[in-house]
């Protein structure tokens, strides 16, 4: 007797099409499972077998063979219990209906539960591109496979549940998507109307989110540092649909979808503490997990008290942060993860906080200040586009009564500003000015000739590196778009260094 199931595997981001065969022939009575499966996926056998007699079926005393093909490529996981618990049953001649076109994910439980399972979205994109007509999921992930259009999804609470479909007795209504977004009562949203002052520290961030350009703000403790920072998603625009699926994909895998809110349409904003892991930061694990870096894909990726990091920690980050995508080798593969975000980071400029306050004074000694600023190495320092420094806010700006602008009005110029270049890049992967290759800065950034004396000067008197230079065309870029100005005029490229070059007064080699 035999029988064959449609089911799907996952490694990484990429799902794949994975067929259970099940052999049920005359012989020692026992139940074998092939085809390069890892421990999770060996110990199915015994939660099926007792899923079996939850629903009164006996194992016969034969021989069953269960083949996960391909043979060759290695599955973990248990998202392959469903379809094996079905397959047995089919081979056993239990399942009246055809299995034709239908496809099943999902863990099932000792007494016949069926449990949610990681990475139900790419999975299900999959199913649909394979052209299947029903997906089975469990009940707990059916709202983020009902998510993708154009494949029937049907969420199983039990095996028992399943049965009663199968034998007509009850049966399993497709899911339909529904977005509850809107009634989640979520903590009161931030606004960036709540901090007073800063108006150059806001005007910067607003440049910052215009143009997708890595921030990191320097300044004594309470100036608002960290208040700024996570107000900063609410100016950043909207996300396509395109971005909402890539995002989802990584919190999907990561098991960390909200089932009531199935799709991330808000762009993530993710704070790891200092004293996170390089494998917490880029990924990893023996079954290599997206990290920090790519759960923050397509939003933000804040990094509070920066010095504080470990730097190797840190320096691992710098590869990921050019290419856009880390790539994970482990003994079971190698896995490739999008972590596309923007860098915020936030420190004070000595260990006491005051190195450069109006007022207060500092208490470091000049090598410990150094010594705090060197943390950081040189070419993450270089990652910042923007190096703002953050002052000490007024009493007569805290005890103002007129409310700042609020993040909706600020949103607005972002949206325009990423406009012009959703114009401008029409037909390319790039998305943002900070983006563009260097091989194309001339032709998306053409400077007129004052502005290029600016920029001239400052590299020789600086000594930037190309990589400096690269980032200030594509700052000035931003600072002309938010201008309307097609070309790259002097007080752009001035405004430009100036936000590059406030880092540089911190910079050990200026001490
Ligand atoms: N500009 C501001 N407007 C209104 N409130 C502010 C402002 N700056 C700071 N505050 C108040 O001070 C608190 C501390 O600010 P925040 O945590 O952002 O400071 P920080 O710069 O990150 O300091 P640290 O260096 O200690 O991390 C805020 O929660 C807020 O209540
Ligand atoms: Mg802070
Ligand atoms: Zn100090």
Not at 81 to 96: E, R, T
Not at 118 to 126: A, D, E, N, R
Request: charge should be neutral; hydrophobic fraction near 40%.
């Amino acid at each position: 007797m035999y029988s064959k199931v449609s089911s799907l595997g996952l490694f990484g981001l990429n799902a794949f099409p994975v067929d259970v065969e099940i052999d049920v022939s005359r012989g020692m009575p026992r139940f074998d499972i092939v085809g390069l499966p890892d421990a999770s996926v060996r110990e199915s056998r015994e939660r099926i077998g007792a899923a079996l007699r939850a629903v009164d079926v006996l194992l016969p005393t034969k021989r069953v063979v269960v083949n996960l093909a391909p043979a060759d490529v290695r599955k973990s996981g248990t998202m392959h219990d469903l379809a094996i618990f079905v397959g047995v049953l089919k081979a056993l001649d239990m399942i009246p209906s055809s299995l034709d076109g239908k496809c099943f994910i999902g863990e099932v439980s000792l007494s016949g539960e069926v449990r949610a399972v990681k990475g139900v979205l790419p999975m299900t994109i999959l199913a649909r591109n394979l052209g299947i007509e029903e997906l089975y999921v469990p009940e707990e992930n059916a709202a983020e496979a009902a998510a993708i259009n154009g494949v029937k999804v049907m969420g199983v609470k039990s095996v028992q549940a399943l049965m009663a479909h199968f034998n007509h007795t009850e049966m399993i209504s497709p899911a339909v998507y529904s977005c509850h977004e809107n009634l989640s009562i979520s903590a009161p949203s931030l606004d960036f109307s709540e901090v007073r002052g800063q108006r150059s520290v806001k005007r910067a961030l607003e440049i910052a989110a215009a143009g997708g350009h890595n921030v990191l703000m320097v300044g004594p403790p309470g100036s608002g540092k960290s208040m700024l920072a996570r107000r900063l998603p609410t100016i950043l625009p909207e996300m396509t649909m395109d971005e909402i699926l890539e995002t989802t994909n990584i919190y999907s895998i990561s098991g960390m979808l909200d089932p009531k809110s199935p799709l991330v349409r808000k762009r993530p904003f993710r704070a790891p503490h200092h004293t996170t892991s390089g494998a917490g930061l880029v990924g990893g694990g023996s079954t290599p997990q997206p990290g920090e870096i790519s759960l923050a894909h397509n939003g933000l990726l804040f990094l509070d008290e920066l010095a504080e990091f470990d730097r190797r920690t840190l320096d691992i980050m710098r590869q990921p942060l050019e290419d856009k995508t880390v790539t994970i080798t482990r003994a079971s593969g190698t896995v490739t993860y999008p972590c596309s975000f923007m860098l915020v980071g936030a420190m004070n400029p000595c260990p006491c906080g005051y190195y450069g306050h109006p007022k207060k004074k500092c208490t470091c000694a000049p090598r410990q200040v150094q010594q705090y600023l060197s943390r950081i190495s040189g070419p993450l320092m270089e990652r910042f586009d923007m190096h703002l420094e953050v002052e000490p806010v007024e009493f007569s700006e805290l005890s103002d009564t007129k409310a700042p602008e609020s993040s909706a009005e600020i949103r607005k110029r972002v949206q325009a500003a990423r406009a012009l270049q959703e114009q401008r890049f029409k037909g390319t992967d790039i998305t943002c000015n900070s983006q563009i290759p260097a091989g194309h800065l001339h032709e998306y950034c053409p400077m007129n000739d004052s502005a290029k004396t600016v920029i001239k000067n400052a590299f020789e008197r600086l000594g930037l590196s190309a990589r400096s230079y690269d980032r200030i065309l594509k700052l000035a870029r931003t600072v002309a778009d938010m201008a309307g100005s097609d070309s790259i005029e002097r007080t752009h490229a001035a405004a430009a260094l100036q936000y590059g070059s406030m880092g540089w007064k911190y910079s050990p080699e200026q001490k």
